[in-house]
């Protein structure tokens, strides 16, 4: 259970929907749609680093992410010691728990990578809510589409070097998930919360070749790898690095 929990209103706090990174949920809904969600009394909830929503089988809650990166494991063997895993990383503005809108004992390992604002909602509620608003149904719709088709980008590719598959990875936190570091402004992209077993765990590498990645890349001056942070000098030098390996 988190150890802190805000119970602020969205309509309070969370501003900018808008804002959110392109292809996800919230950014796909009008401004009426949002506040026609908002009108339900829906709350923010905030969780810590390394804190892990309830998404478990007991759960009816489905999550809009506000602020924050998550890890999400899913066992499809089983869940056990050694068991295989699919690793995905979700940022802000991205709806998980999905399979709750279709069935109850959905059970997917969800951790805080950052601190994490999240916006429950009961999936049946949700449902009704998508029944009567054919718009955000298509949003969401949408953005899954979105996200399975990045996803094959990113993750899928186990065919392809190493560097190329990291390389991937990285610009895409860098747009889902990464902010202008500071010292820098707009130049360079701060990743905050993933490390590197967790992009080695992602791409279903070893920990030792992602480190021979990045390293390739800091080589390059294309990326620092530092504690469960990643600044991203040129985010367009990374692309073209991935397209051209």
Same mark, same amino acid.
């Given at each position: 259970?988190?150890?802190?929990?805000?119970?602020?209103?969205?309509t309070d706090l969370l501003m900018g929907h808008?804002?959110?990174?392109?292809?996800?949920?919230?950014?796909?809904?009008?401004?009426?749609?949002?506040?026609?969600?908002?009108?339900?009394?829906?709350?923010?909830?905030?969780?810590?680093?390394?804190?892990?929503?309830?998404?478990?089988?007991?759960?009816?809650?489905?999550?809009?992410?506000?602020?924050?990166?998550?890890?999400?494991?899913?066992?499809?063997?089983?869940?056990?010691?050694? &068991?295989?895993?699919?690793?995905?990383?979700?940022?802000?503005?991205?709806?998980?728990?999905?399979?709750?809108?279709?069935?109850?004992?959905? +059970?997917?390992?969800?951790?805080?990578?950052?601190?994490?604002?999240?916006?429950?909602?009961?999936?049946?509620?949700?449902?009704?809510?998508?029944?009567?608003?054919?718009?955000?149904?298509?949003?969401?719709?949408?953005?899954?589409?979105?996200?399975?088709?990045?996803?094959?980008?990113?993750?899928?590719?186990?065919?392809?070097?190493?560097?190329?598959?990291?390389?991937?990875?990285?610009?895409?936190?860098?747009?889902? +998930?990464?902010?202008?570091?500071?010292?820098?402004?707009?130049?360079?992209?701060?990743?905050?919360?993933?490390?590197?077993?967790?992009? &080695?765990?992602?791409?279903?590498?070893?920990?030792?070749?992602?480190?021979? +990645?990045?390293?390739?890349?800091?080589?390059?001056?294309?990326?620092? &790898?530092?504690?469960?942070?990643?600044?991203?000098?040129?985010?367009?030098?990374?692309?073209?690095?991935?397209?051209?390996?």
């Amino acid at each position: 259970m988190p150890s802190t929990a805000d119970t602020n209103r969205p309509t309070d706090l969370l501003m900018g929907h808008e804002e959110k990174p392109e292809g996800s949920f919230l950014r796909r809904l009008s401004a009426e749609d949002w506040r026609f969600l908002l009108q339900d009394d829906l709350r923010g909830r905030s969780f810590g680093q390394d804190e892990y929503l309830p998404m478990g089988s007991e759960d009816r809650n489905v999550y809009m992410i506000w602020d924050g990166v998550v890890r999400q494991d899913r066992f499809p063997l089983g869940d056990w010691a050694g &068991a295989p895993t699919v690793t995905r990383f979700r940022g802000g503005g991205q709806l998980v728990g999905e399979a709750k809108l279709i069935t109850s004992d959905s +059970a997917v390992r969800t951790r805080c990578l950052t601190r994490t604002v999240v916006i429950p909602c009961r999936a049946h509620r949700f449902n009704v809510l998508l029944g009567g608003r054919p718009k955000i149904r298509r949003a969401l719709l949408r953005s899954l589409e979105d996200r399975n088709r990045t996803d094959e980008l990113v993750y899928t590719l186990t065919t392809r070097p190493p560097l190329e598959r990291t390389s991937r990875l990285l610009a895409h936190l860098a747009d889902t +998930a990464g902010s202008p570091d500071p010292r820098t402004g707009s130049t360079a992209i701060t990743i905050t919360g993933p490390g590197q077993k967790d992009i &080695a765990a992602a791409l279903q590498l070893a920990v030792s070749t992602t480190e021979n +990645a990045l390293r390739t890349l800091r080589y390059h001056g294309i990326v620092e &790898a530092r504690y469960r942070r990643f600044l991203v000098h040129d985010v367009d030098a990374l692309r073209h690095l991935a397209d051209a390996v």
